[in-house]
């Protein structure tokens, strides 16, 4: 009976990734199926706790969030919870190994959004670090399976890649966050005179992401690598997009790439990769 639970608890994961976002969970179905759950279930947790802080609106935010961190804290260490996304994450963590200070960055991450609206150099890198590059880092974890020298040659890309997903989403929900949360993460930007330069400034700093990531993709093993390229190259596609698209415009509207690209992307990523292409 315990399997049919760690079973179902993975199925949470897996729903809720697929309801979230349409782009990851295609890129996870193009890992190997013996990686696949493992995913699903960091993601599971991440996007919980992200939910906490963005849209219980209405409800005691910061009460909820510390519940949320000592119920995961209490998950792994006792190695089962009731709650089925953190049970699926626990199970990850003592599996591949994933280092508690990723956990805590993740969470001092989240709960910084309950307290700032507006960051500065120092505060942004952080956030982005606990926001974005831990998660890439717990996803390695899961690509290298216990290859502790490969992981550390992977983790500044793989940082990277974190990194440039969540810039791309800042410059992507630009709008809403500033509207309906009153949030503008990059440091030194004002909304409401939001400039050509100023977009190009962050892009510049997107593509030195995206080129450091992509020498560390063509590096991981063959379960994981379509399934990280094909996230990368939506993204990417995204952040072309973007680019192409007034300072104005990105400001008003929120850009994203239609679910017809995204099936035209797989085709021609999947091309790529069997000829060998990456």
Same mark, same amino acid.
């Given at each position: 009976?315990?399997?049919? =639970? ?8 897996? &729903? ?17 199926? +013996? ?8 993601? /599971? ?10 849209? #219980? ?21 006792? /190695?089962? +919870?009731? %709650?089925?996304? &953190?049970?699926? #994450? ?26 700032? %609206? ?28 216990? !290859?502790?020298?490969? =992981?550390?040659? &992977? ?6 890649? /974190?990194?440039? =997903? ?9 709008? +809403?966050?500033? !509207? !309906? ?12 005179? #939001? ?6 400034? *962050?892009?510049? !700093? *997107? ?18 690598? #379509? ?9 990417? %596609? ?32 999947? &091309?790529?990769?069997?000829? %060998?292409?990456?």
């Amino acid at each position: 009976m315990q399997e049919l =639970f760690n079973t179902t608890c993975q199925e949470c994961s897996r &729903l809720i990734t697929e309801r979230y976002s349409t782009s990851f969970s295609m890129g996870i179905r193009a890992f190997d199926k +013996s990686i696949r759950m493992p995913i699903y279930a960091i993601y /599971g947790f991440v996007r919980f706790a992200d939910e906490i802080v963005d849209t #219980f609106h209405g409800y005691p935010k910061a009460e909820l969030l510390e519940r949320f961190r000592q119920d995961t804290y209490t998950a792994i260490q006792e /190695g089962i +919870s009731l %709650n089925p996304v &953190l049970h699926a #994450f626990q199970e990850v963590v003592h599996r591949y190994g994933i280092e508690q200070e990723l956990i805590d960055a993740f969470l001092e991450s989240m709960e910084m959004d309950l307290h700032h %609206n507006f960051y500065g150099s120092e505060l942004y890198e952080k956030y982005i670090y606990g926001s974005a590059e831990v998660v890439g880092l717990m996803c390695l974890r899961v690509f290298c399976d216990g !290859d502790r020298a490969l =992981f550390d040659h &992977l983790k500044s890309p793989a940082r990277s890649l /974190g990194a440039a =997903f969540q810039k791309i989403n800042f410059l992507r929900d630009l709008k +809403s966050d500033f !509207d !309906d949360r009153g949030r503008v993460y990059f440091p030194g930007v004002d909304f409401t005179h #939001f400039t050509q330069e100023d977009k190009e400034k *962050i892009e510049t !700093d *997107i593509k030195k992401d995206f080129d450091d990531a992509y020498l560390g993709i063509v590096q991981l093993p063959k379960s994981a690598r #379509f399934g990280v390229y094909l996230a990368y190259v939506y993204y990417l %596609n995204l952040f072309k997009k973007i680019r192409r698209t007034a300072a104005a415009k990105v400001k008003e509207q929120r850009i994203r790439v239609h679910d017809g690209k995204k099936i035209y992307l797989l085709c021609s990523s999947a &091309l790529r990769m069997s000829l %060998n292409m990456l």
